[in-house]
């Protein structure tokens, strides 16, 4: 093959991978805001209903079956951070890096509102976007929180790192995967 062809050729299959990469960034900006909305939507709904204490075992049981039931047309949903809540959703090494790297930006002043990143590896798509810490989550991840809210924690994850987030914080991230084909 003439080298010109050959080139041409590595060309548009380097386009054709960064045009798959983009539809699938746009993928799963689509499956965040879905997860984002829905764990909103039952986050507010119960705080203002029964309260905080109530409020977490609706995170407790809500959150997992939510990215479950999100996770169609083989995307894994779920959320990580460098200070875990729950066990289940401690990061990976890409996952750390990445983490640190936002939370690196987020302190030299960048706005956390659209950080995210995406990696290609294994036959895997992987995207990663910023959750920052707001008003509403400190009573549940702030450095100090109500006795009763405490104690419930403390019963349902005696293992919490989760704590003590300040307003603007990185808080975590939006983990998300797909297989694709090579
Ligand atoms: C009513 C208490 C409550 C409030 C308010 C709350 N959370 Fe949580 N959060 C929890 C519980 C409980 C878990 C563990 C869920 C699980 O078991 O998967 C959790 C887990 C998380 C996780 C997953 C990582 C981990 O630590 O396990 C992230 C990210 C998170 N919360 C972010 C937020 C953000 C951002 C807000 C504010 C918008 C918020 N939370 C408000 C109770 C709360």
Request: hydrophobic share 45%.
């Amino acid at each position: 093959m003439k080298p010109a062809i050959a080139a041409t050729l590595l060309m548009a299959s380097v386009s054709a991978l960064a045009a798959d990469q983009q539809a699938l960034t746009m993928e799963a900006r689509g499956q965040v805001k879905a997860f984002a909305q829905a764990l909103m939507g039952e986050l507010k709904g119960s705080i203002e209903k029964d309260g905080p204490v109530a409020a977490i075992a609706v995170c407790n049981t809500e959150a997992p079956a939510i990215a479950t039931g999100l996770s169609l047309n083989g995307w894994q949903v779920g959320r990580t951070a460098l200070k875990i809540r729950n066990p289940d959703n401690a990061p990976d090494a890409w996952e750390t890096q990445v983490l640190n790297d936002f939370s690196a930006r987020i302190k030299a002043g960048e706005d956390p509102a659209m950080m995210e990143a995406t990696q290609v590896t294994g036959g895997e798509f992987r995207y990663m976007k910023a959750i920052p810490t707001a008003g509403l989550c400190v009573a549940c991840h702030g450095a100090e929180v109500a006795p009763a809210v405490e104690a419930k924690l403390a019963e349902l994850y005696p293992a919490d790192k989760a704590r003590g987030f300040n307003v603007g914080d990185l808080r975590g991230a939006f983990t998300l995967r797909k297989m694709i084909q090579e």
